[in-house]
């Protein structure tokens, strides 16, 4: 499970991002950019949010720590403004928090130093987990410490918004790959496929599902508890990792194309 802390005092909301993420402070005197569960896009945006970071880990790439952050009523109150103050009120409880990473700069990767092997196995790992949301436009990427840590992962597992029809998408393609912001500088994305798969193991799924804690997958429509949801998320990302991984020869296909 995620570290819990305490939300002390909203400090200002983040306005380039989208679901109007805010700086918080926390009672362990950390820093933490938070998604707020009253945000339109629902809690399953955060859900995608946990799973993507665990996986990330997996597989060795740098992500901010997340913890979970008990919002009060009072934070809400005390708040000027009136659209933050309707969203903080709308999410007193449980919000997702990212250690906020002070001094970061957007990456870009026509500046700052590229790995090959590295935005190999970001592209690999986007592709793997259907986040289409790591562009030119919006690299979703910074650059801290002297080095590349990924953010923002609440677009993508989007089969999660459909259930129903989720069983089609685990050997799609990434769609847009050819905007990815690292297409052109990653290595050939086979090159560390077998070994970014073999990362993810079963006990890997197990750990990277169970934490994502029970009340953001209760009452799923379709499903008779949060064990039955954690067990198709599991199955979800197995089947995408079982061979021959149709996804990662489209993607290469697309890297080839580009060059
Ligand atoms: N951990 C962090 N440390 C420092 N800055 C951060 C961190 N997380 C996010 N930011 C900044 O806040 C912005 C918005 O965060 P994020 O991309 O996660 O939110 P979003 O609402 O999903 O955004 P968008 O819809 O614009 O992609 C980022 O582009 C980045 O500039
Ligand atoms: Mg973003």
Redesign the pocket.
């Known amino acids: 499970m995620l570290r819990s802390v305490v939300a002390t005092r909203y400090v200002t909301p983040?306005r380039?991002?989208?679901?109007?993420?805010g700086l918080v402070e926390a009672d362990d005197d950390g820093m933490y950019?938070v998604?707020f569960v009253g945000a339109g896009q629902g809690r399953r945006v955060l859900v995608a949010e946990i799973l993507c970071a665990g996986l990330a880990a997996a597989l060795g790439l740098d992500v901010?720590e997340l913890v979970l952050v008990d919002v009060d009523p009072v934070i809400g109150r005390g708040e000027p403004d009136e659209e933050v103050q309707d969203l903080l009120l709308r999410s007193v409880g449980t919000n997702l928090g990212?250690?906020?990473?002070?001094g970061?700069l957007?990456f870009d990767p026509a500046v700052d130093p590229v790995d090959p092997g590295w935005a190999a196995r970001v592209l690999w790992f986007d592709a793997f987990c259907l986040n289409v949301?790591r562009s030119w436009r919006?690299p979703?990427a910074?650059w801290?410490g002297g080095r590349p840590?990924l953010?923002?992962h609440?677009?993508a597992l989007y089969f999660h918004h459909d259930w129903a029809r989720s069983a089609a998408s685990v050997a799609r393609p990434l769609r847009h790959a050819e905007d990815h912001l690292l297409l052109r500088a990653a290595a050939d994305v086979t090159t560390v496929d077998a070994a970014s798969a073999a990362a993810l193991d079963p006990d890997v799924l197990e750990a990277v599902v169970g934490a994502v804690g029970d009340k953001w997958l209760a009452d799923e429509p379709g499903f008779g508890d949060v064990g039955e949801v954690r067990a198709a998320y599991r199955e979800w990302l197995a089947g995408r990792l079982a061979g021959p991984r149709p996804w990662v020869d489209e993607l290469a296909a697309v890297q080839r194309a580009a060059r």
């Open positions: 983040l380039e991002g989208g679901s109007l993420p950019v998604k901010p990212m250690d906020f990473l002070p970061a957007s949301d919006n979703n910074l801290w840590w953010i923002d609440g677009a």
